[in-house]
């Protein structure tokens, strides 16, 4: 599937990378079911740009981990647009830490992949876990179509740095979800918690319509800088 011009835009000179990650997604994403068989045309927009579209709320050299990775959504997307990034992969389920693994393999894309739950009191290591090394605490936590808000808020903030921030990439109900969790997370330490629409960014180069998404963001601690 030729790829939007917006893509040649956003990843640049690693658009090729892009579209090798495009075809995983097309091929074995769809084959083995990390996706549904109606995603295969909105690999781009819906998937790739989509996720893409946070590279702007990320600071360089960011330790980004995310949560519930499945197809390598946002993460991976986040990594070829972004390889200052270093990017950890949390995913509980073996085929799918498959998947990941030979994706990653074959785009030598440098991401660690931890084959872990997400909980509370922080990672729970399952077996078959590759690495045994200590996660370090994450400058962001990233997490599309995984739990509701308040649920990964729980189980971000074990594993995020103070004034660490959570994005979480949400459809349209993002507003009344945190209005319902906004308690919770004020309880769980978390401030400045708002609902971004970002939309994939682009430097220079002619006006092109951009993929947005709908992203609610937090950080952990700290000062609040809400008014």
Known sequence: MKPPAEAAAVFGGRLELAERFAQW????????????PREADQIWTRHLLN????????EPASVVLDIGSGAGLPGLALLIARPDLQLVLVEPKVRRVDYLREVCADLDLPAR???????????VRLPDDAT???VPLADVVTA?????????????????RRDGRLLAIKGDA????LH?????????????ASVLVV???VDSGPTIPLTTATVISMRLGGVSRET
């Open 144 to 160: 599309r179509a995984v739990a509701p808000v308040a649920e990964l808020a729980r189980w971000a903030k074990p594993l995020l």
């Open 113 to 123: 992949i931890v084959r872990a739950r997400a909980t509370p009191g922080g990672l």
């Open 180 to 192: 319902r969790d906004r308690a919770v997370l004020t309880r769980l330490g978390f401030r400045d």
């Open 132 to 134: 045994a090394d200590e």
């Open 199 to 201: 939309s994939t960014s």
């Open 174 to 177: 993002a507003t009344d979800e």
């Open 51 to 58: 996720g893409v579209s946070i590279t702007g709320l990320i």
């Open 25 to 36: 997604l097309l091929g074995p994403g769809l084959t083995r079911g990390l996706l549904g």
